[in-house]
């Protein structure tokens, strides 16, 4: 009798580990809820040539950091940029890369390391704003 409690208590106990872990995935990136920050640099292109002009901004607000301010970069006319913006997933925008009107550009999300790291762009209109 104690051997087929004892075979029961293993099957219980590894259904229970198993259902514990089955949540920790990646499905999903975790929220960041650091004040760490990191500073990234790099080249923004529009369909392979740097841009000249421009911003582009680097936004950590989550749920968990829903106060945290975005921080932006002007763009240097050899399509250079360097911000510093919190650790963790950052949607990433541009403005004012284009001369010409009614383009606009697919928000990005990137996650931010510790420390000094490169990230580069090269852009490709998405569907023209309309209203503007």
Known sequence: MSF???RKLRA???VALLTAFAGCGDLAPAMSSSTEEGTV???????GKPVTQGSVHFDPSSNVRKGAQARTATIG???TYTVSTLVGQNRVRFSD???KRNVSFEEVGRDIQSGSQALDF???PTQ?????
């Open 77 to 79: 006319k050899d399509g």
């Open 97 to 99: 890369v284009s001369s």
């Open 41 to 47: 640099s790099g080249v923004v292109k529009l369909e």
């Open 12 to 14: 219980w106990s590894l």
């Open 122 to 124: 090269d852009l490709m």
């Open 128 to 132: 023209p704003r309309r209203g503007r």
């Open 4 to 6: 087929r409690v004892d």
